[in-house]
């Protein structure tokens, strides 16, 4: 038995799945080149992991990690960056007075992985797990901001934002959207930084546009930008 199995081979099978969508999307195809099982036990399996929210669909049909992951790492208490996000994004709720979340990127998607809810009041709830769309929201945004060129352009095909606008981003640090991804819904989104300054995650607030205005930027960007600043530099404490 070599080092890679555990003797169980089902199990190894769905854990070899799980590892080649750490990569990104892939098709049934691709993942049966990327694993070497057979179509059948490829997409079996699959369906099987999907069942349980391990592994999901993006809006092609491709197979990506599921929300379920995301839901485990915050159980583990082992993530670092959710485990100095949480106090952030609470003080940035308190002085924003509007909810904050903090998203991944997943392949095509992104996913909520921390929040921090408004107390009263209209609020916009996203559900830590919850799988979002690339294609628009302020999070969205900032994540594709800082890609390799090609890949920015190949992500912002079919967006409700374009190159120009994310160069804009790349210069104020921060991006905005009003009715983007929801109608009556703005936000307002800022990177978190790892090391060599690659984006790890995008820090939102969000809420209803009556109060964060048409342009929320302006109003909350010095704001969103100082606790993605703040949590960036506890990451790199921890080391």
Known sequence: MDDSSSGVGVLDKAA????????????????????GLARP???RLATA???????????NGR??????IAELAVSAGEDKLLAVAGPVLIA??????ESAQLYRRQGDQRICVGGAERMTGLRDTVP??????????????????????????????GAKFTAVDLAGVRRRGWAQSVGEREAGVASVSAPVRGQGGKVLAAVSISGPIERLTRQPGRLHGP????????????????G
């Open 16 to 35: 070899h799945i799980l590892d080649a969508l750490e990569a990104g999307p892939m098709t049934l195809a691709a993942l049966v080149s990327a694993t």
């Open 49 to 59: 992991l999907e069942h349980h929210r391990l592994v999901t669909r993006d809006l």
């Open 223 to 238: 704001a969103v930008m100082a606790a993605a600043a703040k949590i960036s530099e506890l990451l790199a404490a921890r």
């Open 63 to 68: 197979f990506v990690l599921g929300p379920r």
């Open 41 to 43: 036990t490829a997409h």
């Open 92 to 97: 940035l709720r308190d002085a924003t007075k």
């Open 128 to 157: 830590i797990g919850a799988v979002l769309t690339m294609h628009a929201g302020s999070a969205a945004q900032i994540l594709l901001a800082w890609e390799e060129p090609d890949r920015m352009h190949r992500g912002v095909h």
